[in-house]
Protein backbone atom coordinates (compact mmCIF):
# COMPACT_ATOMS: atom_id res chain seq x y z
CA UNK A 1 0.00 0.00 0.00
CA UNK A 2 1.56 3.18 -1.12
CA UNK A 3 2.12 5.66 1.86
CA UNK A 4 -0.64 8.29 2.36
CA UNK A 5 0.89 11.79 1.28
CA UNK A 6 -0.87 14.53 3.30
CA UNK A 7 -1.99 17.56 1.60
CA UNK A 8 -0.01 21.00 2.81
CA UNK A 9 -2.32 23.69 1.64
CA UNK A 10 -5.49 21.74 2.31
CA UNK A 11 -6.92 19.90 5.14
CA UNK A 12 -10.50 18.51 3.24
CA UNK A 13 -8.08 16.41 0.55
CA UNK A 14 -7.24 14.65 3.79
CA UNK A 15 -10.28 12.60 3.73
CA UNK A 16 -11.09 12.02 0.47
CA UNK A 17 -7.73 10.73 -0.06
CA UNK A 18 -8.04 8.42 2.76
CA UNK A 19 -11.52 7.32 1.97
CA UNK A 20 -10.41 6.56 -2.03
CA UNK A 21 -6.90 4.56 -1.43
CA UNK A 22 -8.14 2.94 2.35
CA UNK A 23 -12.01 3.32 2.78
CA UNK A 24 -12.13 0.32 4.77
CA UNK A 25 -9.82 1.13 7.47
CA UNK A 26 -10.80 2.57 10.54
CA UNK A 27 -10.70 6.36 11.09
CA UNK A 28 -11.89 6.51 14.59
CA UNK A 29 -12.85 3.32 17.27
CA UNK A 30 -14.37 4.20 20.75
CA UNK A 31 -13.75 2.13 24.19
CA UNK A 32 -17.32 0.84 23.45
CA UNK A 33 -16.32 -1.09 20.10
CA UNK A 34 -17.65 1.43 18.02
CA UNK A 35 -15.93 1.62 14.41
CA UNK A 36 -16.01 4.29 12.06
CA UNK A 37 -13.92 3.59 8.75
CA UNK A 38 -12.41 6.73 6.82
CA UNK A 39 -15.37 5.69 3.71
CA UNK A 40 -18.11 6.26 6.57
CA UNK A 41 -15.88 9.19 7.48
CA UNK A 42 -16.09 10.57 3.86
CA UNK A 43 -20.25 9.68 3.61
CA UNK A 44 -20.82 10.90 7.18
CA UNK A 45 -18.66 14.30 6.96
CA UNK A 46 -20.63 15.14 3.65
CA UNK A 47 -24.03 14.67 5.48
CA UNK A 48 -23.35 16.75 8.07
CA UNK A 49 -22.25 19.68 5.47
CA UNK A 50 -25.10 19.48 3.65
CA UNK A 51 -27.30 19.53 6.95
CA UNK A 52 -25.25 22.71 7.60
CA UNK A 53 -25.51 24.10 4.10
CA UNK A 54 -29.55 23.67 4.68
CA UNK A 55 -28.79 25.95 7.28
CA UNK A 56 -27.42 28.57 5.23
CA UNK A 57 -23.86 27.78 6.45
CA UNK A 58 -21.11 28.29 4.05
CA UNK A 59 -17.68 29.15 3.48
CA UNK A 60 -16.29 31.84 6.18
CA UNK A 61 -19.39 31.02 8.70
CA UNK A 62 -18.74 30.65 11.88
CA UNK A 63 -19.85 27.35 13.79
CA UNK A 64 -19.40 27.43 17.27
CA UNK A 65 -19.89 24.22 19.32
CA UNK A 66 -19.59 23.92 23.13
CA UNK A 67 -20.34 20.04 22.91
CA UNK A 68 -19.07 16.68 24.75
CA UNK A 69 -16.39 14.56 22.91
CA UNK A 70 -17.70 12.33 20.74
CA UNK A 71 -17.35 10.71 17.49
CA UNK A 72 -20.35 13.03 16.52
CA UNK A 73 -18.21 16.00 17.30
CA UNK A 74 -15.45 14.97 15.20
CA UNK A 75 -17.61 14.42 12.36
CA UNK A 76 -18.84 17.54 12.12
CA UNK A 77 -15.19 19.30 12.85
CA UNK A 78 -14.58 17.30 9.46
CA UNK A 79 -17.91 18.31 7.78
CA UNK A 80 -16.76 22.34 8.78
CA UNK A 81 -13.41 21.87 7.37
CA UNK A 82 -15.57 20.18 4.03
CA UNK A 83 -18.11 22.85 4.00
CA UNK A 84 -15.37 25.95 4.31
CA UNK A 85 -17.12 26.87 7.54
CA UNK A 86 -14.99 28.36 10.38
CA UNK A 87 -14.93 26.19 13.81
CA UNK A 88 -15.52 28.05 16.93
CA UNK A 89 -14.83 24.77 19.29
CA UNK A 90 -15.76 26.39 23.05
CA UNK A 91 -14.56 24.86 26.18
CA UNK A 92 -17.38 22.73 28.18
CA UNK A 93 -16.47 24.48 31.51
CA UNK A 94 -17.33 27.55 29.97
CA UNK A 95 -20.20 29.24 32.01
CA UNK A 96 -22.66 31.39 30.10
CA UNK A 97 -21.30 34.29 31.59
CA UNK A 98 -18.12 33.54 29.64
CA UNK A 99 -20.07 32.33 26.47
CA UNK A 100 -21.39 35.15 26.04
CA UNK A 101 -18.49 36.97 25.10
CA UNK A 102 -17.42 34.53 22.76
CA UNK A 103 -20.14 34.22 20.69
CA UNK A 104 -21.18 37.90 20.58
CA UNK A 105 -17.55 39.12 19.29
CA UNK A 106 -17.57 35.84 16.91
CA UNK A 107 -21.02 35.97 15.36
CA UNK A 108 -21.39 32.67 14.41
CA UNK A 109 -24.65 31.55 12.39
CA UNK A 110 -24.71 28.25 13.86
CA UNK A 111 -23.95 27.44 17.63
CA UNK A 112 -24.39 23.46 18.58
CA UNK A 113 -24.52 22.77 22.06
CA UNK A 114 -25.35 20.25 24.54
CA UNK A 115 -29.18 18.67 24.61
CA UNK A 116 -29.58 19.33 28.09
CA UNK A 117 -28.02 22.83 27.68
CA UNK A 118 -29.80 23.97 24.70
CA UNK A 119 -32.92 25.37 26.33
CA UNK A 120 -30.88 27.09 28.72
CA UNK A 121 -28.33 28.40 26.09
CA UNK A 122 -30.50 29.41 23.10
CA UNK A 123 -31.54 32.69 24.16
CA UNK A 124 -28.04 33.80 25.10
CA UNK A 125 -27.28 32.37 21.34
CA UNK A 126 -30.02 33.88 19.77
CA UNK A 127 -29.20 37.34 21.28
CA UNK A 128 -25.63 37.23 20.65
CA UNK A 129 -26.31 37.24 16.55
CA UNK A 130 -26.89 33.17 16.33
CA UNK A 131 -29.20 32.49 13.27
CA UNK A 132 -29.48 28.89 14.68
CA UNK A 133 -29.07 26.42 17.48
CA UNK A 134 -28.53 23.04 17.37
CA UNK A 135 -28.08 20.13 19.72
CA UNK A 136 -25.42 17.19 19.42
CA UNK A 137 -25.07 14.39 22.26
CA UNK A 138 -22.75 11.21 22.97
CA UNK A 139 -25.31 8.68 22.67
CA UNK A 140 -26.71 9.84 19.00
CA UNK A 141 -29.06 12.51 20.37
CA UNK A 142 -29.96 15.95 19.59
CA UNK A 143 -31.38 18.33 17.23
CA UNK A 144 -28.20 18.60 14.77
CA UNK A 145 -28.60 14.71 13.90
CA UNK A 146 -32.48 14.84 13.84
CA UNK A 147 -31.61 17.06 10.65
CA UNK A 148 -29.30 14.87 9.67
CA UNK A 149 -31.49 11.57 9.80
CA UNK A 150 -34.28 14.08 7.49
CA UNK A 151 -31.86 14.82 5.00
CA UNK A 152 -30.19 11.30 4.39
CA UNK A 153 -30.68 11.28 1.21
CA UNK A 154 -29.46 14.65 0.08
CA UNK A 155 -26.24 14.40 1.82
CA UNK A 156 -25.08 11.74 -1.12
CA UNK A 157 -25.85 14.35 -3.66
CA UNK A 158 -24.27 17.59 -2.16
CA UNK A 159 -22.06 19.49 -3.80
CA UNK A 160 -18.89 20.48 -1.52
CA UNK A 161 -16.47 23.69 -2.57
CA UNK A 162 -14.08 23.15 -4.10
CA UNK A 163 -9.99 24.62 -4.63
CA UNK A 164 -10.38 26.81 -1.38
CA UNK A 165 -7.57 28.85 -0.95
CA UNK A 166 -5.29 27.79 1.84
CA UNK A 167 -5.41 31.43 3.33
CA UNK A 168 -9.31 31.01 3.79
CA UNK A 169 -10.18 30.98 7.66
CA UNK A 170 -11.00 27.24 9.12
CA UNK A 171 -11.15 27.90 12.70
CA UNK A 172 -11.30 30.83 15.38
CA UNK A 173 -9.71 29.93 19.24
CA UNK A 174 -10.18 32.24 21.52
CA UNK A 175 -7.05 33.17 23.57
CA UNK A 176 -5.81 35.22 26.33
CA UNK A 177 -3.12 37.86 27.29
CA UNK A 178 -1.99 38.91 30.71
CA UNK A 179 -4.57 42.20 30.35
CA UNK A 180 -7.64 43.09 28.82
CA UNK A 181 -10.96 40.67 27.21
CA UNK A 182 -9.89 37.34 24.75
CA UNK A 183 -8.89 37.90 21.38
CA UNK A 184 -9.76 35.19 18.46
CA UNK A 185 -6.98 33.36 16.59
CA UNK A 186 -7.91 33.17 12.96
CA UNK A 187 -6.60 29.86 11.89
CA UNK A 188 -6.18 29.28 8.32
CA UNK A 189 -6.67 25.95 6.14
CA UNK A 190 -3.11 26.21 5.25
CA UNK A 191 -2.22 26.15 8.64
CA UNK A 192 -3.79 23.10 10.24
CA UNK A 193 -2.86 21.62 6.69
CA UNK A 194 0.60 22.32 6.89
CA UNK A 195 1.19 21.88 10.49
CA UNK A 196 -0.01 18.41 10.52
CA UNK A 197 2.27 17.66 6.96
CA UNK A 198 5.25 18.53 9.04
CA UNK A 199 4.37 16.29 12.34
CA UNK A 200 3.52 13.08 10.13
CA UNK A 201 6.71 13.81 8.68
CA UNK A 202 8.49 14.65 12.62
CA UNK A 203 6.83 12.04 14.08
CA UNK A 204 7.10 9.68 11.25
CA UNK A 205 3.72 8.92 11.33
CA UNK A 206 1.73 6.00 8.49
CA UNK A 207 -1.77 4.19 8.07
CA UNK A 208 -0.85 1.98 10.83
CA UNK A 209 -0.46 3.93 13.70
CA UNK A 210 -3.02 3.99 16.28
CA UNK A 211 -3.01 7.01 18.72
CA UNK A 212 -4.77 6.46 21.94
CA UNK A 213 -6.62 10.07 22.27
CA UNK A 214 -7.83 11.11 25.69
CA UNK A 215 -7.48 14.49 25.19
CA UNK A 216 -10.24 17.55 25.40
CA UNK A 217 -11.56 18.04 21.49
CA UNK A 218 -11.96 22.06 22.35
CA UNK A 219 -8.06 22.50 22.90
CA UNK A 220 -5.57 22.88 19.96
CA UNK A 221 -3.82 19.55 21.00
CA UNK A 222 -6.65 17.69 21.06
CA UNK A 223 -8.37 19.00 18.06
CA UNK A 224 -5.55 19.90 15.51
CA UNK A 225 -1.98 18.94 16.45
CA UNK A 226 -4.08 15.26 17.47
CA UNK A 227 -6.52 14.15 14.93
CA UNK A 228 -5.36 16.37 12.39
CA UNK A 229 -2.23 14.36 12.46
CA UNK A 230 -4.33 11.30 12.47
CA UNK A 231 -6.08 12.54 9.51
CA UNK A 232 -2.81 13.72 7.45
CA UNK A 233 -1.73 10.54 8.13
CA UNK A 234 -4.70 8.03 7.26
CA UNK A 235 -4.03 6.61 10.55
CA UNK A 236 -6.49 5.54 13.56
CA UNK A 237 -7.50 7.10 16.66
CA UNK A 238 -8.93 5.69 19.95
CA UNK A 239 -11.20 7.69 21.62
CA UNK A 240 -11.40 8.07 25.31
CA UNK A 241 -13.96 10.33 26.65
CA UNK A 242 -11.48 11.38 29.74
CA UNK A 243 -8.23 10.54 30.73
CA UNK A 244 -8.07 7.79 33.17
CA UNK A 245 -5.25 6.24 34.59
CA UNK A 246 -6.30 2.84 34.38
CA UNK A 247 -8.22 2.97 31.28
CA UNK A 248 -5.25 4.59 29.57
CA UNK A 249 -2.99 1.93 31.27
CA UNK A 250 -5.37 -1.30 30.28
CA UNK A 251 -5.32 0.59 26.36
CA UNK A 252 -1.71 1.12 25.97
CA UNK A 253 -1.03 -2.72 24.55
CA UNK A 254 -3.34 -2.03 21.65
CA UNK A 255 -2.14 1.42 20.34
CA UNK A 256 1.13 2.71 19.00
CA UNK A 257 1.32 6.30 20.57
CA UNK A 258 -0.14 8.38 22.98
CA UNK A 259 0.15 12.17 23.11
CA UNK A 260 -0.64 13.74 26.57
CA UNK A 261 0.06 17.10 29.00
CA UNK A 262 2.76 16.54 31.41
CA UNK A 263 -0.41 15.53 33.55
CA UNK A 264 -0.93 12.27 32.09
CA UNK A 265 2.45 10.83 32.70
CA UNK A 266 3.22 12.35 36.42
CA UNK A 267 0.04 10.39 36.98
CA UNK A 268 1.11 7.33 34.85
CA UNK A 269 4.45 7.11 37.14
CA UNK A 270 2.01 6.59 39.97
CA UNK A 271 0.48 3.90 38.90
CA UNK A 272 2.59 0.57 39.71
CA UNK A 273 1.48 -1.35 36.48
CA UNK A 274 3.42 0.95 34.07
CA UNK A 275 6.54 -0.98 33.07
CA UNK A 276 8.06 -2.04 30.17
CA UNK A 277 5.65 -4.83 29.28
CA UNK A 278 2.72 -2.50 29.34
CA UNK A 279 4.39 -0.38 27.13
CA UNK A 280 5.88 -2.44 24.92
CA UNK A 281 3.18 -1.54 21.97
CA UNK A 282 3.64 1.94 21.93
CA UNK A 283 6.53 3.49 19.61
CA UNK A 284 5.98 7.30 20.75
CA UNK A 285 4.99 8.87 23.68
CA UNK A 286 4.13 12.90 23.15
CA UNK A 287 3.94 15.59 25.68
CA UNK A 288 3.31 18.89 25.55
CA UNK A 289 0.54 22.15 26.21
CA UNK A 290 2.61 22.65 29.66
CA UNK A 291 6.37 22.06 30.64
CA UNK A 292 7.58 18.61 31.04
CA UNK A 293 9.85 18.19 34.11
CA UNK A 294 13.35 16.86 33.13
CA UNK A 295 12.47 14.69 36.51
CA UNK A 296 9.42 13.58 34.84
CA UNK A 297 10.64 12.14 31.76
CA UNK A 298 14.27 10.98 33.34
CA UNK A 299 11.41 8.91 36.18
CA UNK A 300 9.51 7.46 33.05
CA UNK A 301 11.98 6.22 30.87
CA UNK A 302 13.81 4.42 33.87
CA UNK A 303 10.33 2.75 34.29
CA UNK A 304 9.38 2.12 30.53
CA UNK A 305 12.44 2.24 28.46
CA UNK A 306 10.46 5.31 26.48
CA UNK A 307 11.79 8.86 26.33
CA UNK A 308 8.76 11.05 25.79
CA UNK A 309 9.08 13.51 23.06
CA UNK A 310 8.61 16.91 23.98
CA UNK A 311 7.41 19.24 21.94
CA UNK A 312 6.08 23.35 21.87
CA UNK A 313 3.45 24.77 20.08
CA UNK A 314 0.86 27.34 21.10
CA UNK A 315 -2.76 28.11 19.78
CA UNK A 316 -1.42 31.30 17.56
CA UNK A 317 1.00 29.31 16.14
CA UNK A 318 0.07 25.39 16.35
CA UNK A 319 3.21 23.38 16.68
CA UNK A 320 6.64 25.12 16.44
CA UNK A 321 9.72 22.70 17.30
CA UNK A 322 9.67 19.33 18.74
CA UNK A 323 11.89 16.64 19.96
CA UNK A 324 12.95 14.23 16.91
CA UNK A 325 11.70 10.77 16.44
CA UNK A 326 14.81 9.59 15.85
CA UNK A 327 17.98 11.26 17.34
CA UNK A 328 18.38 13.36 20.82
CA UNK A 329 15.53 14.28 22.81
CA UNK A 330 16.57 16.67 24.66
CA UNK A 331 15.52 17.02 28.82
CA UNK A 332 14.80 20.76 29.36
CA UNK A 333 14.39 21.49 25.84
CA UNK A 334 11.81 21.11 23.00
CA UNK A 335 13.93 20.19 20.40
CA UNK A 336 14.59 21.68 16.94
CA UNK A 337 12.03 24.17 14.92
CA UNK A 338 10.04 22.06 12.98
CA UNK A 339 10.67 21.75 8.92
CA UNK A 340 9.28 25.02 7.21
CA UNK A 341 8.97 26.84 10.38
CA UNK A 342 11.65 29.47 11.44
CA UNK A 343 12.17 30.27 15.52
CA UNK A 344 14.75 33.01 16.62
CA UNK A 345 15.29 34.54 19.84
CA UNK A 346 15.41 38.39 20.29
CA UNK A 347 16.43 41.32 22.54
CA UNK A 348 13.80 43.12 23.63
CA UNK A 349 12.68 45.48 20.81
CA UNK A 350 16.19 44.92 18.82
CA UNK A 351 15.24 42.63 16.13
CA UNK A 352 18.04 40.94 16.21
CA UNK A 353 19.31 37.77 16.27
CA UNK A 354 20.62 36.23 20.09
CA UNK A 355 20.80 32.71 19.92
CA UNK A 356 23.38 32.32 22.37
CA UNK A 357 21.65 33.89 25.05
CA UNK A 358 18.05 34.21 26.96
CA UNK A 359 15.42 36.74 24.68
CA UNK A 360 12.18 36.27 23.00
CA UNK A 361 11.18 33.65 21.14
CA UNK A 362 9.83 34.85 17.64
CA UNK A 363 8.36 32.40 15.20
CA UNK A 364 7.72 32.62 11.22
CA UNK A 365 6.20 30.00 9.27
CA UNK A 366 3.09 28.42 7.71
CA UNK A 367 1.77 27.41 10.83
CA UNK A 368 1.59 30.84 12.29
CA UNK A 369 -2.12 32.28 12.43
CA UNK A 370 -3.06 35.50 10.27
CA UNK A 371 -4.00 37.54 13.16
CA UNK A 372 -6.57 38.33 15.95
CA UNK A 373 -10.79 38.05 14.74
CA UNK A 374 -11.69 42.03 14.06
CA UNK A 375 -8.69 43.31 16.14
CA UNK A 376 -6.29 45.16 14.19
CA UNK A 377 -4.32 46.65 16.78
CA UNK A 378 -3.44 43.45 19.00
CA UNK A 379 -2.79 41.99 15.27
CA UNK A 380 0.00 44.50 14.69
CA UNK A 381 1.35 44.61 18.37
CA UNK A 382 1.44 40.65 17.91
CA UNK A 383 3.90 40.48 14.73
CA UNK A 384 7.77 42.21 14.13
CA UNK A 385 7.66 44.28 10.83
CA UNK A 386 9.35 41.30 8.93
CA UNK A 387 6.46 38.55 10.14
CA UNK A 388 7.52 36.92 12.77
CA UNK A 389 5.19 36.10 15.59
CA UNK A 390 5.99 37.40 18.86
CA UNK A 391 5.15 34.27 21.40
CA UNK A 392 5.82 36.03 25.17
CA UNK A 393 8.02 33.12 25.95
CA UNK A 394 11.57 33.45 26.79
CA UNK A 395 13.93 31.26 25.99
CA UNK A 396 17.30 30.18 24.08
CA UNK A 397 18.61 28.51 21.45
CA UNK A 398 21.87 26.14 21.57
CA UNK A 399 24.40 25.72 19.19
CA UNK A 400 22.37 22.35 18.03
CA UNK A 401 19.45 24.25 16.87
CA UNK A 402 17.26 22.93 20.12
CA UNK A 403 14.97 25.41 21.77
CA UNK A 404 14.81 25.99 25.33
CA UNK A 405 12.42 27.45 27.05
CA UNK A 406 13.34 29.48 30.33
CA UNK A 407 10.00 31.44 31.14
CA UNK A 408 7.34 33.28 30.10
CA UNK A 409 7.47 37.21 29.67
CA UNK A 410 3.44 37.05 30.37
CA UNK A 411 2.03 35.95 33.73
CA UNK A 412 0.43 32.89 31.97
CA UNK A 413 -0.37 30.23 34.60
CA UNK A 414 -0.71 26.63 32.68
CA UNK A 415 -2.16 24.00 35.18
CA UNK A 416 -2.88 20.60 34.00
CA UNK A 417 -2.31 21.68 30.29
CA UNK A 418 -4.98 24.21 30.15
CA UNK A 419 -3.68 28.43 30.41
CA UNK A 420 -5.30 30.32 32.82
CA UNK A 421 -4.69 34.13 32.75
CA UNK A 422 -4.62 36.12 36.08
CA UNK A 423 -6.42 38.86 35.34
CA UNK A 424 -9.46 37.51 34.51
CA UNK A 425 -9.19 35.62 37.71
CA UNK A 426 -8.37 38.66 39.92
CA UNK A 427 -11.17 40.88 37.91
CA UNK A 428 -13.88 38.49 39.38
CA UNK A 429 -12.13 38.16 42.87
CA UNK A 430 -11.80 41.81 43.18
CA UNK A 431 -14.99 41.71 42.46
CA UNK A 432 -15.79 39.95 45.93
CA UNK A 433 -17.35 42.26 49.01
CA UNK A 434 -14.48 42.15 51.67
CA UNK A 435 -11.41 42.26 48.85
CA UNK A 436 -9.22 44.98 48.43
CA UNK A 437 -7.01 43.50 45.88
CA UNK A 438 -5.78 40.49 44.67
CA UNK A 439 -2.79 38.81 42.34
CA UNK A 440 -2.83 35.24 40.67
CA UNK A 441 0.14 33.03 40.47
CA UNK A 442 0.97 29.73 39.55
CA UNK A 443 3.33 27.44 42.12
CA UNK A 444 4.66 24.48 40.76
CA UNK A 445 2.21 21.71 41.67
CA UNK A 446 3.33 17.91 41.39
CA UNK A 447 0.46 16.70 39.61
CA UNK A 448 -0.65 19.70 37.57
CA UNK A 449 2.59 21.16 36.64
CA UNK A 450 1.23 24.54 37.82
CA UNK A 451 -1.49 24.97 40.47
CA UNK A 452 -3.78 28.28 40.25
CA UNK A 453 -3.20 30.48 43.79
CA UNK A 454 -4.63 33.64 44.60
CA UNK A 455 -2.87 35.95 47.00
CA UNK A 456 -5.71 38.10 48.66
CA UNK A 457 -5.61 41.38 50.51
CA UNK A 458 -8.89 41.67 52.91
CA UNK A 459 -10.78 44.85 53.70
CA UNK A 460 -10.55 45.77 57.69
CA UNK A 461 -13.10 43.49 59.08
CA UNK A 462 -14.22 41.21 55.95
CA UNK A 463 -14.65 37.78 57.62
CA UNK A 464 -14.52 36.31 53.51
CA UNK A 465 -12.80 32.49 53.87
CA UNK A 466 -10.63 30.83 51.42
CA UNK A 467 -14.07 28.16 51.10
CA UNK A 468 -16.54 31.46 50.54
CA UNK A 469 -14.18 33.14 47.40
CA UNK A 470 -13.65 29.46 45.96
CA UNK A 471 -17.42 28.95 45.88
CA UNK A 472 -18.00 32.43 44.75
CA UNK A 473 -15.45 31.81 41.69
CA UNK A 474 -16.89 28.40 41.22
CA UNK A 475 -20.15 29.89 39.96
CA UNK A 476 -18.86 32.06 36.78
CA UNK A 477 -15.33 30.60 36.50
CA UNK A 478 -14.75 27.45 34.23
CA UNK A 479 -13.54 24.69 37.04
CA UNK A 480 -9.79 24.92 36.13
CA UNK A 481 -9.46 28.82 36.62
CA UNK A 482 -10.50 28.18 39.80
CA UNK A 483 -7.60 28.97 42.64
CA UNK A 484 -6.66 25.31 44.37
CA UNK A 485 -5.67 27.51 47.15
CA UNK A 486 -6.71 31.39 48.30
CA UNK A 487 -3.75 33.12 50.62
CA UNK A 488 -4.92 35.80 52.66
CA UNK A 489 -2.05 38.61 53.57
CA UNK A 490 -2.17 42.03 54.67
CA UNK A 491 -0.45 43.78 51.71
CA UNK A 492 0.91 42.76 48.44
CA UNK A 493 5.05 43.57 47.25
CA UNK A 494 5.35 46.34 45.07
CA UNK A 495 7.89 47.66 43.38
CA UNK A 496 8.70 51.16 43.46
CA UNK A 497 6.69 52.04 40.53
CA UNK A 498 3.81 50.33 42.20
CA UNK A 499 3.60 46.87 40.28
CA UNK A 500 3.25 43.81 42.31
CA UNK A 501 6.03 41.75 42.35
CA UNK A 502 4.61 38.14 41.36
CA UNK A 503 7.95 36.59 41.12
CA UNK A 504 8.34 37.39 44.92
CA UNK A 505 5.28 36.02 45.59
CA UNK A 506 5.98 32.93 43.19
CA UNK A 507 9.38 32.76 45.21
CA UNK A 508 7.89 32.84 49.08
CA UNK A 509 5.14 30.20 48.57
CA UNK A 510 7.28 28.25 46.17
CA UNK A 511 6.74 24.78 48.56
CA UNK A 512 2.88 25.10 48.66
CA UNK A 513 1.81 22.45 46.81
CA UNK A 514 5.23 20.38 47.89
CA UNK A 515 4.51 16.67 48.78
CA UNK A 516 4.57 16.42 52.82
Not at 164 to 183: D, F, M, Q, V
Not at 186 to 205: E, H, I, K, P, Q
Not at 249 to 275: C, D, I, K, Q
Not at 290 to 306: D, I, K, S, V, Y
Request: net charge neutral; aromatic share 6%.
Amino acid sequence: MATLIPSRTDPAAWVEAAAASRGDRPFLLTSSGRRLSYLDLERESRRYAATLAALGVGVGDRVAIQVDKSVEALVLYVACLRLGAVLLPLNTAYTPRELEYFLTDARPLLAVVRPADQAALAPLARAAGCRHVESLGTAGDGSLLARNAAAAGAGAEFGLPTGLPAETLAALLYTSGTTGRSKGAMLTRGNLASNAAALVDCWAFTERDVLLHALPLFHVHGLFISMNTVLASGASALLLERFDTAEVLARLPSVSVLMGVPTFYTRLLAEPGLSRETTGAVRLFVSGSAPLLAETQREFAARTGHTILERYGMTETLVNASNPYVGLRLPGSVGPALAGTEIRVTGAGSGESATAAVGMLEVRGPNVCSGYWNDPIKTAEAFTADRFFITGDLGRIDADGYVHIVGRAKDLVISGGYNVYPKEVEAELDALPGVVESAVIGLPHPDLGEGVTAVVVRAAGATLTEADAVAALQACLARYKVPRRVLFVAELPRNSMGKVQKALLRQTHAALYAPR
